[in-house]
């Protein structure tokens, strides 16, 4: 009988155009504006691209010259310096054609110029990394200076030393292996968001073994199969249905979309299977309690979803960051924001840690969830049907 149950829950779920319309559908098409909104944002606002500046010279200053020369030559340059005077530089600065002017002063002192309204441009990251060059020539050239007042001996060693420190402070690291584009974080949002959906499977099973809330499910109640073996069968299947449009959702952004996901794309769909069972259990216990119509519980079901997509930034991309520093608690039980984590963890982190922290979390709130909706369905009696 649990065979029977299986296959006959699993042909109504695929069936049911409105399921499968929010569960698939709905995610590739917005999966795809996604694709076209966010497509090459980052490459022109975020990434290190060549920082364009002048430098303006009061006085010759050769170890000064030096540095730049190397900044700015190779194929790996980080500066491409402007020739221009005062004014047209000043002029350029304001026009946004630079991201800073250099001041090289006449005894020595390395200075910035920046626009003033370069705090709310995407050059404020490259008037950062020019800062930092300037600090640490300042303070070096600082030393050197002690240094060769009171030992001048120790000068040759001490300048060898720095320029070798130097050299040192420009290469670039890596800081992960995963997609550094911060709008990746609307796919983990959209992939987790299609798990979800599957709620929808968890409620419809459960309001199908509920005898006053349909003729189907009276006929159900009266039959010879007992309730717990036919509401087993029925999870079963809408955890196979979900579990299989989530792992057509994800190979849709992985390989149609184009979607950098990382390294460990077979770790997503072990997310998809335990964040599936997360959702028909979730459903499951909405679709169990209380006496509502099917059209209030469904209702309940689809806020649920919206609202934890809210939650986690599927809307808003900083929100899930504000809810974990403000709402903490809300955070760590949100089912959205801990699929989220599972995927961000899987392509930002060599350690397991998070993702398996992620994991437990879904199975555990997936047992919660199965044992109360088991409860709740074993307590309904009908009087008569």
């Known amino acids: 009988m649990f065979l029977h149950s299986f296959k006959y829950s699993f042909k109504s779920l695929i069936r049911n155009k409105t399921l499968l319309f929010w569960s698939l559908l709905f995610t590739i098409l917005l999966g795809t504006c996604f694709k076209i909104a966010f497509s090459g944002i980052t490459e022109s606002t975020e990434n290190l691209t060549v920082i364009k500046v002048a430098v303006l010279y009061e006085a010759e200053n050769p170890p000064f010259e030096e540095l730049m020369t190397t900044l700015s030559s190779?194929?790996?340059?980080?500066?491409?310096?402007?020739?221009?005077?005062?004014?047209?530089?000043?002029?350029?600065?304001?026009?946004?054609e630079l991201a800073a002017i250099i001041d090289v002063g006449s005894e020595g002192k390395i200075s910035l110029r920046t626009s003033s309204s370069s705090a709310v441009s995407s050059s404020n990251i490259q008037i950062s990394i020019v800062q930092n060059i300037i600090e640490q020539y300042n303070?070096?050239?600082?030393?050197?200076?002690?240094?060769?007042?009171?030992?001048?001996l120790a000068l040759p060693a001490a300048v060898q030393a720095v320029a070798e420190d130097v050299s040192g402070l420009f290469t670039e690291e890596k800081l992960s292996d995963g997609n550094m584009d911060v709008y990746i974080q609307y796919f983990f949002n959209l992939i987790a968001m299609s798990i979800i959906m599957s709620i929808s499977f968890g409620t419809t099973v459960a309001l199908g073994i509920q005898g006053n809330l349909s003729p189907l499910a009276a006929r159900r109640c009266i039959s010879p199969t007992r309730k717990s073996v036919s509401a087993l069968g029925g999870l079963c299947a809408a955890i196979v249905s979900g579990f299989l449009i989530s792992c057509v959702n994800i190979l849709f952004v992985r390989f149609v979309l184009d979607v950098d996901l990382g390294k460990r794309l077979p770790m997503y769909f072990v997310t998809a299977f335990a964040g599936t069972v997360m959702a028909v259990c979730i459903g499951y216990v909405i679709g169990s309690a209380g006496n509502l119509s099917e059209n209030s519980?469904?209702?309940?079901?689809?806020m649920f979803s919206t609202l934890g997509g809210f939650?986690?930034?599927?809307?808003?991309?900083?929100?899930?960051?504000?809810?974990?520093?403000?709402?903490?608690?809300?955070?760590?039980?949100?089912?959205?924001?801990?699929m989220f984590d599972s995927f961000y963890s899987l392509s930002m982190y060599d350690d397991w840690s998070r993702y398996i922290r992620s994991i437990v979390s879904m199975l555990i709130i997936s047992a919660l969830c199965f044992a109360a909706g088991s409860i709740m369905t074993r307590r309904q009696?009908?009087?008569s049907l």
Do not use: C, F, V, W
Not at 75 to 95: F, H, N, V, Y
């Open 74 to 96: 190779g194929e790996d340059k980080l500066l491409e310096i402007k020739e221009a005077t005062g004014e047209q530089a000043l002029e350029m600065l304001g026009d946004g």
């Open 139 to 152: 303070a070096k050239a600082a030393i050197l200076e002690q240094i060769g007042r009171e030992d001048p």
């Open 297 to 302: 519980k469904d209702a309940i079901a689809t």
């Open 311 to 338: 939650l986690s930034g599927l809307m808003i991309l900083d929100m899930r960051m504000i809810i974990a520093e403000k709402a903490p608690i809300i955070h760590m039980i949100n089912p959205l924001s801990i």
């Open 381 to 383: 009696k009908y009087a």
